[in-house]
């Protein structure tokens, strides 16, 4: 069974309250958004999980799920065949991360920016 609770703590904590789509604070109703969906095999890891807004998400119009050719290309989407935590992922400062199973990032190019 998931640790719901535990993995939205780490992932709080990874990104410092900021979306990893946008940039901008979180609030408490965020959505844990898996890169490699659960449709293609994707699972319930800190690897493979990212907080976003519900607007960066599903709902806005440069949402994840409504923009999938660039969201694939920026990392947010994962595809089948690829692991999560090799798949780069571009962070709204510019910087282009891994995600690593212990909950970190691990920088293949650091921007260092305000809120990041």
């Keep these: 069974m ?3 609770r535990g993995l939205k703590e ?25 890169r490699k969906l659960r449709s293609r095999g994707g699972k319930d890891t800190i690897d ?3 907080a976003l807004h519900h607007k960066c998400h599903n709902l806005g119009t440069d949402s994840v799920h409504l923009n999938v050719r660039d969201a694939t290309l920026t990392g947010f989407i994962v595809p089948r065949h690829a692991d999560p935590s090799v ?3 571009h962070l709204p400062n510019g910087s282009i991360v891994t995600l690593s199973t212990e909950g970190t990032y691990v ?4 921007k260092v920016q305000h809120g990041w």
């Design 2 to 4: 998931t640790d719901w």
């Design 10 to 34: 780490k992932i709080l904590a990874r990104c410092q309250g900021y979306c990893e789509k946008c940039g901008f604070g979180l609030t408490e109703d965020f959505a844990l958004h898996h």
């Design 48 to 50: 493979n999980l990212v």
């Design 87 to 89: 798949y780069p992922l």
């Design 107 to 110: 920088y293949l190019v650091r």
